[in-house]
Nanobody
Framework: QVQLVESGGGLVQAGASLRLSCVAS??????????MGWFRQAPGKERAFVAG??????????YYADSVKGRFTISRDNAKNTVYLQMNSLKPEDTAVYYC?????????????????WGQGTQVTVSS
């Protein structure tokens, strides 16, 4: 059984920063072999890709949705089975429930359908 647990959400004003964390666990889960992604879902909207960090024997790569490029940074610490999302210059339109997810495909996908495991989500609310 694989568990992903997010934390770090909260209520902030526009322009502020937040850092989300997601800790993965599971007896047979090799965190370093998975692409890790962050998605978000605002009320009345579909779940949308935010950022990803792909698996690679040479270190992996990061990729972002256009709406967050230059403001958000994804990172991972394989020794701690943790992926982070540093969110700077937050805007009211960033308000959503943020989910982390794990994908074994190694394709660097931005589609939620590719991801095998999901966390329960953490609420981020940005006031204007």
């Amino acid at each position: 059984q694989v568990q992903l647990v997010e934390s770090g959400g909260g209520l902030v004003q526009a322009g502020a920063s937040l850092r989300l964390s997601c800790v993965a666990s599971g007896r047979t889960f090799t965190f370093s072999r998975y692409d890790m992604g962050w998605f978000r879902q605002a009320p009345g909207k579909e779940r949308a890709f935010v950022a990803g960090f792909s698996f690679s024997w040479t270190g992996g790569s990061t990729y972002y949705a256009d709406s967050v490029k230059g403001r958000f940074t994804i990172s991972r610490d394989n020794a701690k089975n943790t992926v982070y999302l540093q969110m700077n210059s937050l805007k009211p339109e960033d308000t959503a429930v943020y989910y982390c997810a794990a994908d074994l495909s190694g394709l660097g996908s931005t589609s939620s359908r590719s991801y095998n495991y999901w966390g329960q989500g953490t609420q981020v609310t940005v006031s204007s």
